[in-house]
C-alpha cells in the first residue's frame, strides 16, 4: 500500500498566535471604548444622575433643610398644571422665544452670506460680528436696560422723533419681550452668523461655477444651492437656540432693576426658568421647583424635536 500523502502534516497542531499579536487585537477591540469612557462617565455624574435624581425630588414634598421628606407621588405635577403664574411664565418664555430665535438664524445667514463674498478687511468684519457674544453679559444688560429706558431711553427718544408715544419697555408685557429678545439677538446672531459661515466656505466652489455657467443668478445659487447644503448646519443652530431660547434665564433676571426673580411686577416678563429659580432659591420648595424643571426639559425635548422636523422637510 502507498503511504496516504499529507496525514502527518494534517495532525499536526496548529501554532498558536504570538502573544504580541493576541494583545495587538484585544487593543484594537478595547480601545475604543477607553478612549470613549471618559465622556461617558461625567456624561453619567454630571448630567444623567442630576436628571434622574431630579425627577425622584419632584415626587415628594421636598423643602430645604427637610429630614424626612412626604413622598406625594404625581401632586407636584397636577398643582403645577393648575399653576396660572407657571401658564404666565410659560407664554412669556415662548413670547421672547419666537421674537429672538426667528430673526435671529435669518439675520444670522444673511450675515453670513455677506461675510462670505470678497469684502475688504474680512477678518475685521468677522470678529466684528462676534465681539457682542465676547462682551458681558451683565454690561450688555445695562446698556440695554438704558436704550429701553422708559422716560429717557434712546429708543423712546427716536419714538418721539417720528410722531410714535413712548412705550414703558419694561411695565408692558409684549415691549419687555421684545427688549429682552433684542439682548437675545444682539448677542447670539453674530455667533450663529460664524457657524453658518464656516459651512458656506465648506461648500465646493465647483458646484457654483457650474451653476453660474449655467446661467444662475446670485439669489437663485443662494436659494437653489446654498441653502439647501446648509441644511445640517441650519438644523444645529435652530436646534441650539431652540434649546437655549426656552432656558432664557440671566437676560430677564437682570432686567429687572432690582435684580429679583420675579420679571416685574405683575410677572411679565418672568420666564419658566426664572420661576423655577423662585421656587427653589426663595420659596425653598424643591420639590415643586424639580417638577417645574422636568417639564420643562420634556417641552424643551419636544420643541427641539419639531424644530428639527421642520428645518429637514423646508430646507432640502
Known amino acids: 500500500m502507498l503511504p496516504e500523502v499529507g496525514r502527518g502534516r494534517e495532525q499536526e497542531p496548529l501554532p498558536q498566535p504570538a502573544r504580541r499579536y493576541r494583545l495587538s487585537k484585544l487593543d484594537n477591540k478595547v480601545s475604543p471604548y477607553l478612549f470613549v469612557a471618559p465622556f461617558f462617565v461625567l456624561f453619567g455624574a454630571i448630567g444623567l444622575f442630576p436628571l434622574l435624581y431630579t425627577a425622584y425630588?419632584?415626587?415628594?414634598?421636598?423643602?430645604?433643610?427637610?429630614?424626612?421628606?412626604?413622598?406625594?407621588?404625581?401632586?407636584?405635577?397636577?398643582?403645577?398644571?393648575?399653576?396660572?403664574?407657571?401658564?404666565?411664565?410659560?407664554?412669556?418664555?415662548?413670547?421672547?422665544?419666537?421674537?429672538?430665535?426667528a430673526p435671529q438664524i435669518v439675520v444670522a445667514v444673511a450675515i453670513a452670506a455677506l461675510l462670505n463674498e470678497n469684502l475688504r478687511a474680512r477678518t475685521g468684519w468677522r470678529m466684528g460680528v462676534l465681539l457682542p457674544y465676547v462682551a458681558s453679559l451683565?454690561?450688555?444688560?445695562?446698556?440695554?436696560?438704558n436704550l429701553f429706558g422708559p422716560q429717557y431711553g434712546l429708543v423712546n427718544t427716536v419714538l418721539s422723533a417720528v410722531g410714535i408715544s413712548?412705550?414703558?419697555?419694561?411695565?408692558?408685557?409684549?415691549?419687555?419681550h421684545v427688549a429682552i429678545a433684542s439682548m437675545v439677538n444682539?448677542?447670539?446672531?453674530?455667533?450663529?452668523?460664524?457657524?453658518?459661515?464656516?459651512?458656506?466656505?465648506?461648500?465646493?466652489?465647483?458646484?457654483?461655477?457650474?451653476?453660474?455657467?449655467?446661467?444662475?443668478?446670485?439669489?437663485?445659487?443662494?436659494?437653489?444651492?446654498?441653502?439647501?447644503?446648509?441644511k445640517?448646519?441650519?438644523?444645529f443652530v435652530i436646534?441650539?437656540?431652540?434649546?437655549?431660547?426656552?432656558?432664557?434665564?440671566?437676560?430677564?433676571?437682570?432686567?429687572?432693576?432690582?435684580?429679583?426673580?420675579?420679571?416685574?411686577a405683575e410677572h411679565q416678563y418672568q420666564t419658566v426658568v426664572l420661576y423655577l429659580y423662585q421656587t427653589a432659591?426663595?420659596?425653598?420648595?424643591?420639590?415643586?421647583?424639580?417638577?417645574?424643571?422636568?417639564?420643562?426639559?420634556?417641552?424643551?425635548?419636544?420643541?427641539?424635536?419639531l424644530n428639527f422636523l421642520i428645518t429637514r422637510r423646508a430646507v432640502r
Open 186 to 230: 444682539w448677542r447670539w446672531t453674530g455667533y450663529n452668523a460664524l457657524i453658518v459661515l464656516a459651512a458656506m466656505q465648506a461648500i465646493p466652489r465647483e458646484v457654483h461655477e457650474a451653476a453660474l455657467v449655467d446661467g444662475a443668478g446670485s439669489l437663485r445659487r443662494f436659494f437653489s444651492i446654498t441653502l439647501p447644503m446648509l
Open 166 to 176: 413712548p412705550v414703558d419697555w419694561q411695565a408692558s408685557t409684549f415691549g419687555s
Open 138 to 145: 451683565v454690561a450688555l444688560t445695562i446698556i440695554f436696560g
Open 57 to 101: 425630588v419632584s415626587l415628594f414634598d421636598w423643602e430645604v433643610g427637610a429630614d424626612d421628606p412626604a413622598f406625594i407621588g404625581l401632586d407636584n405635577y397636577r398643582t403645577l398644571f393648575q399653576d396660572a403664574q407657571f401658564w404666565k411664565a410659560l407664554f412669556n418664555t415662548f413670547s421672547i422665544f419666537v421674537l429672538s430665535s
Open 281 to 305: 432659591f426663595q420659596g425653598l420648595d424643591l420639590g415643586y421647583a424639580s417638577s417645574i424643571a422636568w417639564v420643562l426639559f420634556l417641552i424643551v425635548i419636544a420643541v427641539a424635536g
Open 239 to 264: 436646534v441650539t437656540s431652540t434649546i437655549g431660547g426656552l432656558q432664557i434665564f440671566t437676560e430677564p433676571k437682570l432686567y429687572e432693576p432690582s435684580g429679583g426673580s420675579g420679571g416685574g
Open 232 to 235: 445640517p448646519t441650519l438644523i
